[in-house]
């Protein structure tokens, strides 16, 4: 493969080669046709001569790409027999399957972390000793 920009990303459990301004088919994504959808998790991530591998992904990098359209691929037959029995089961399935349209290479939106606010000290725990039973004692008794 001799591509100047390109990554290798994973959406839904499939890894992907990704270039900008290509199509790729991936399984089905629960956004409307025209919605952005941010790829983040990228594995291999090459820009000309730079080359970045994950770990298992690499941080900070974040690939935006277009939700281009929604379709079905073609019928797959399920047929199953069991011979001598008179066993016969046909079935027919249509994968459902979305159209990205890979667009720029680049960092996610950064979040803003909260400032923790600090936490307050615990209160230091005093032992009660016999001095301080005495004390107390002492006290409730000159009150009398």
Known sequence: ????????????????????????????????????????????????????????????????TTIVEHARLKKVIVFKKKRRKGYQKKNGHRQQYTVLEVGKFGAPAKKQAKKAAPKAQPAPVVEKTEESKESKESKESKES
Do not use: W
Not at 6 to 23: D, L, V
Not at 40 to 56: C, D, F, Q, S, W
């Open 1 to 64: 493969m001799r591509l100047e920009n390109y990554a290798i990303a994973e959406i839904a459990g499939q890894q992907i080669i990704m270039e900008p301004g290509k199509k790729i088919k991936v399984p089905r994504l629960d956004q409307e046709a025209g919605a952005t959808f941010v790829v983040k998790n990228v594995l291999y991530l090459r820009n000309g001569e730079t080359v970045e591998i994950g770990n298992p992904f690499i941080e900070n990098v974040s690939i935006d």
